[in-house]
């Protein structure tokens, strides 16, 4: 297997691992959401992604690594579609 074909299934690895979270815990989600809903409107950039990684670490089962260095591809994917979300519905109103 090649170095790329070993990312991607170590990729898939970790998504399908973390979706099993979510579905095993729905409260994830909602209270995920909620957390983005406070903090995102202050601003979208890095330090206040880390702010969410961070309190949906502390609220959650959920753990994401306070250095975004060491965030992996699970949780970079996780909260920018946590953030388009709720970037989406701000523009709705």
Known sequence: MSGSEMQKTRVINELRSFIKKLLQDPQILEQ???????????????????????????????????????????????LELLKEVVLEEQALY
């Open 32 to 78: 995920s959401l909620v957390v983005a809903r406070k903090h995102l409107p202050e601003s979208s950039g890095p330090a206040v992604m880390t702010t969410i990684a961070n309190e949906i670490s502390d609220t959650t089962s959920v753990h994401i690594p306070e250095d975004p260095a060491e965030h992996s591809e699970a949780d970079k994917l996780y």
